[in-house]
């Protein structure tokens, strides 16, 4: 039975003095582990006789209420539980004591565990509070340990900098005595094995120097007697000299002294003896320049005294200009007040004089100007030498009389010291409506004008100057804003010949959705009948993504049948589920999966449709273009043009191009080539080839310049030996590409004159260190070098031609018709920005298809003034712009000429003859027919064939073959409607506007339907050869001219708005070049 119950629970004892020793198996001061046995928490044994003191429960060390000795109030090193310690370590908040938990023999069991569970809980909040006193005690010790490093870090980092300071101070204040030590001194303290040394050790902006050489450490100098230096600074820009070096003892030692210049950043330089050269293996030698500027500092101190210069010249010209042409300035202008129409219009309060302030009174009296509002007066000075000094809001002159014939509006101006008239001119307050006098502004003489002093003349310099730097900063802001549009057009421009590329597949290809999406599922569907699986009974779609390059394609999917949705037949489809990486999806169709299948691959391009969302970027395309001409720097027809407008359009794209080209010795005098840099040299073909870059029409060129002197020429053909010449160049560019370790992925040579690259490539390259690239022949003119096309086109991966339709005039020439298999026919296209009425700097005026009517007529006339036509006519304009060859049609162009003046238009040629006799032959017409109404000029002057194009109505272009052609295109973007011979690229530009408008709608729009989508017809055309084909052409444009003028400006209108740049052939050849790569 259980003891009876005491009258009262025993007290607890005292603390102890000092703690009990720890149980068994526990760590002093903590009370025992969760789990421990419950012994304390068994029932009491009775009281022990005589109130002696009860014992503590076992486990419980000793502390009241089961916490540990001084575990009281946060433990020690606390008051009330806050820190004594580190500011910022913050102590754990103190346990709370729980209420004394007793057991006695009359608790149930639920009890007896419930008073357990509180013990077990009143023992982890002491272990609890124990540790974090020791994590809290840890923590201060860390953080004062610390603080103390941290002083003492900065401490020794203050000693540091002040030693530092010192020896720095020391070091430049004896930069002169140590450089004036005698060179044994200097060798002396030489690095060992090193080639060269500088002292001081660190070159000084501003101080002196020495360098010293020790050419027995040089594989190239050792053992030569005399020695030059040669050098620069900043990259060779600044100060280069060329001295010799004094010899400095025995060992091959050699020194010279310099200055380096305040402005360096670096000293480059190379030691030469007896034409050798220590170059650093074609790197240069190079030393940084320190306690001066940064390179960055300096090319911005350059630049921006480059500009400083530049505008106080052009200030002090114009200046010079207005000072001195005063005489002729303020001959006729009228001293006071200027009278129009019987009435005073202008005049002041005061006397107008140099430095005074007047009141400049308009009379606006019978002048609808600005209504019922306010108006504006516009002032400068000496002819508007710095176009409007003073804008201001004027108001009514009070006093003024006001009638019919005076209604006075006055202005306050100041009258500048330099000032010999004051010129004005006046706008509503909106600056909508202006009065400029009809052109002639009003102006007033300033009285004793023009005398001012040379220091308020200088002034007026700084005052120009500022105005200068407003006005190319607005400059600057139009450009900025113009670049802006032009993108977005372009974009758009992109967009849709994108659009129309998918348009003119839909007939065997489409998708749903249109554009699918990555990690999501298409559907897509397939015209069997309009391919040549027309026949098949079963469909399969073999695919891949990214280029057939993803690790997981969709493989072999058999199509199923669906009813056709756009009527043209049965229709197959599958759904494919596009990956997250993928940016490109790519199948081909065939009627099995068996060898021998029939496949649909796209006429070798496969199919492609682009992906949006990918997870991954597009890699870009490695294209490099090996030829012997670009424009504008080396052009001599149309391949130059085309090399370069096709680099940009495929760079636009986003991918990487270059260009490789010979250095011809008439580079050394181009202006856009101030900016060439060394690239790299080698031996090659028993000389020095030296290779140089710079960008050009945003593209880089790499330069090949044989030190045998092939290119020292003033022209790029024209030579009997530019055969042999150009295939020098064709390797040269080949072991370029090796030497630097590059790799493109397409390799494009054009013509005959780098056909050289394709069979020297596979037989010289491919399997020595240049294994990548695949290549690209593009055939401009079949007409030259025919054997070096047929030895490119067979051992190219594709060979191109520059329209479709030429493509299929050759198919049968001997040069390509074993190979047709890779053979296509891509149009050229035209470059838009330097083709741009609307920002061409050669036209009068310039205009876009908004305003192309004022524009044209300005051309007209300057055209008209220049050469002698009846100006103003409103006659149609009929112009050539061509080389006078055979292949132009000669004899159509001279018929038209007659004919077209005979209609009543007047005839424009632009051109000229290589061959003497046909010069004579158009000499002779110039001479018989020259007038108000043809005119001639025999000359090669692209800056007046802008013009030509901005003027004409018509551009008359009846060549006999014509591989593209570009002339049609740029005539349609100026606005002028081009008659042309029904050849070449002639046709797959030009579509009649009576016979032609199904094909005009495909090949502009991607339509079926004209009636749905508008009429897209552009020009004229002809098919034969005699005049009269050519008449029947001629005359229905004329006609169309004569009948209905405003239609015409409608017509005139649709061209310039259609697209003839290179956005859809640069696709074209974009999939030309992956299906290059995959050959």
């Not at 020391?170 to 004036?180: G, H």
């Not at 002090?316 to 200027?338: A, C, D, F, S």
């Not at 394709?758 to 030259?784: C, D, E, Q, R």
Request: proline share 7%; with cysteine.
């Amino acid at each position: 039975p259980p003891p009876p119950q005491a009258a009262a629970p025993a007290p607890p004892p005292p603390q102890a003095a000092a703690a009990a020793p720890p149980p068994q198996g526990t760590t002093s001061g903590l009370p025992p582990p969760v789990n421990a046995p419950p012994t304390a928490m068994m029932p009491p044994a009775p009281p022990p006789p005589n109130g002696a003191p009860v014992p503590p429960p076992a486990g419980v060390n000793g502390a009241p209420n089961g916490y540990p000795a001084g575990a009281m109030n946060g433990g020690p090193g606390y008051t009330n539980g806050a820190p004594a310690g580190v500011p910022g370590v913050t102590p754990p908040a103190p346990g709370v004591p729980a209420e004394e938990v007793s057991i006695s023999p009359e608790m149930t069991e639920e009890e007896i565990a419930a008073a357990i569970a509180a013990e077990k809980q009143k023992l982890q909040l002491a272990q609890q509070a124990e540790l974090d006193r020791l994590a809290h005690e840890a923590a201060q010790r860390e953080a004062a340990e610390a603080a103390r490093l941290q002083a003492e870090a900065e401490a020794r980092a203050i000693a540091e900098a002040e030693e530092a300071k010192r020896k720095e101070e020391e070091f430049l204040a004896n930069i002169e005595v140590e450089v004036a030590k005698s060179a044994i001194d200097h060798i002396a303290n030489a690095p060992g094995r090193n080639l060269y040394f500088t002292v001081p050790e660190k070159l000084v902006a501003g101080k002196p120097a020495k360098i010293y050489i020790n050419t027995a450490n040089s594989g190239i100098l050792g053992g030569r007697h005399s020695v030059r230096l040669e050098a620069g600074f900043n990259d060779w820009k600044l100060d280069k000299f060329d001295t010799s070096m004094k010899p400095a003892g025995p060992g091959g030692f050699f020194y010279a002294d310099f200055v380096v210049p305040e402005l360096a950043y670096c000293l480059n330089c190379v030691f030469e003896a007896d034409n050798m050269y220590d170059n650093n293996g074609g790197e240069n030698w190079y030393e940084e320049v320190h306690y001066g500027k940064t390179k960055e500092e300096v090319e911005k101190y350059f630049h921006d005294k480059k500009i400083y210069e530049a505008a106080l010249e052009e200030a002090t010209k114009e200046i010079e200009v207005e000072k001195y042409e005063q005489g002729n300035r303020k001959e006729g202008v009228p001293e006071g007040e200027l009278h129009k129409d019987g009435r005073c219009v202008v005049k002041s309060d005061l006397p107008i004089k140099p430095g005074a302030t007047v009141q400049m009174m308009f009379n606006k009296a019978m002048n609808p100007i600005g209504g019922d509002g306010k108006i504006r007066i516009h002032v400068g000075f000496n002819k508007f030498a710095q176009g409007f000094e003073q804008e201001i809001t004027m108001e009514l002159v009070k006093g003024a009389a006001m009638d019919d014939q005076n209604y006075w509006w006055g202005a306050t101006v100041k009258i500048p010291p330099t000032a010999y008239t004051v010129d004005m001119v006046i706008s509503d307050e909106a600056e909508d409506a202006w009065d400029n006098n009809d052109g002639n502004d009003y102006r007033l003489l300033v009285k004793g004008g023009g005398n001012a002093t040379n220091e308020e003349w200088d002034a007026r310099i700084q005052e120009r100057m500022a105005y200068i730097a407003i006005q190319k900063e607005l400059e600057a802001k139009r450009q900025k804003e113009a670049l802006r549009a032009r993108r977005l057009r372009k974009a758009e421009a992109s967009k849709k010949a994108r659009e129309v590329t998918v348009r003119q597949t839909q007939h065997i290809l489409t998708t749903e959705p249109t554009h699918p999406v990555a990690g999501e599922e298409v559907t897509i569907t397939y015209h069997p009948e309009n391919t040549n699986l027309g026949m098949a009974q079963e469909v399969y779609l073999t695919g891949g993504f990214n280029r057939w390059t993803h690790p997981e394609p969709p493989g072999a999917v058999k199509m199923e049948a669906n009813p056709d949705k756009l009527g043209v037949g049965s229709a197959v489809t599958c759904k494919i589920k596009i990956p997250e990486d993928a940016w490109m999806m790519d199948f081909v169709f065939s009627d099995g999966i068996a060898e021998g299948s029939t496949y649909d691959n796209h006429f070798g391009k496969d199919y492609h449709i682009p992906i949006e969302g990918s997870t991954e970027e597009k890699p870009p395309l490695h294209v490099v273009h090996v030829s012997v001409e670009m424009a504008p720097i080396a052009k001599v027809g149309g391949l130059g043009d085309v090399v370069t407008a096709l680099a940009r359009a495929v760079h636009d794209q986003g991918n990487m191009v270059e260009i490789i080209l010979p250095k011809y010795s008439f580079f050394n005098m181009s202006p856009m080539l101030g900016g060439m840099e060394y690239e790299t040299q080698f031996e090659w073909g028993g000389t020095t080839i030296v290779v140089q870059r710079c960008i050009v029409e945003g593209i880089q060129v790499f330069f090949i310049e044989p030190q045998n002197g092939f290119f020292d020429v003033g022209s790029v053909y024209g030579r009997n030996d530019d055969g042999v010449k150009f295939d020098y160049f064709c390797n040269a560019a080949l072991e370029f590409l090796t030497c630097t370790q590059r790799q493109p992925d397409i390799l494009h040579c054009h013509d005959w004159s780098t056909a050289e690259v394709a069979s020297a490539y596979w037989g010289n390259y491919h399997h020595y260190g240049l294994w990548k690239p695949k290549v690209v022949f593009t055939i401009h003119n079949m007409n030259y070098g025919q054997m070096k096309i047929g030895e490119a086109s067979f051992h190219s991966q594709i060979t191109t031609t520059v329209s479709p339709s030429y493509a299929g005039e050759v198919a049968g020439h001997p040069a390509v018709n074993q190979n047709l298999h890779k053979f296509h026919g891509v149009r050229n296209g035209i470059d838009t920005e330097i083709w741009d009425p609307e920002t061409d700097q050669f036209l009068p005026m310039n205009y876009n298809a908004d305003n192309h009517e004022a524009g044209k007529r300005a051309a007209r006339e300057t055209l008209q003034s220049r050469f002698g036509l009846t100006w103003g006519s409103d006659q149609p304009m009929v112009a050539v712009v061509s080389r006078l060859t055979a292949q132009k049609g000669l004899d159509l162009i001279k018929h038209a000429i007659g004919h077209s003046v005979k209609r009543g238009a007047q005839f424009v040629l632009l051109g000229s003859a290589p061959d003497p006799r046909v010069q004579a032959d158009f000499n002779a017409m110039a001479g018989h027919m020259g007038g108000p109404n043809a005119a001639f000029c025999f000359a090669f002057d692209e800056p007046l064939s802008h013009v030509v194009y901005a003027a004409a109505d018509f551009i008359l272009v009846p060549s006999m073959f014509e591989p593209c052609g570009l002339t049609q295109m740029i005539s349609m973007r100026y606005g002028a409607v081009p008659v042309v011979r029904a050849t070449g690229g002639l046709r797959d530009t030009v579509f009649d506007l009576d016979t032609e408008k199904a094909r005009a709608a495909w090949e502009v729009d991607g339509s079926t339907d004209y009636k749905d989508t508008g009429d897209q017809t552009n020009g004229f055309s002809f098919e034969g050869t005699d005049p009269e084909a050519l008449n029947y052409a001629l005359d229905r444009a004329l006609d169309c001219y004569y009948n209905d003028k405003v239609w015409f400006r409608t017509l005139q209108e649709r061209i310039m708005r259609q697209d003839w740049s290179w956005n859809r052939p640069a696709l074209d050849y974009i999939e030309l070049y992956y299906s290059a790569i995959r050959s």
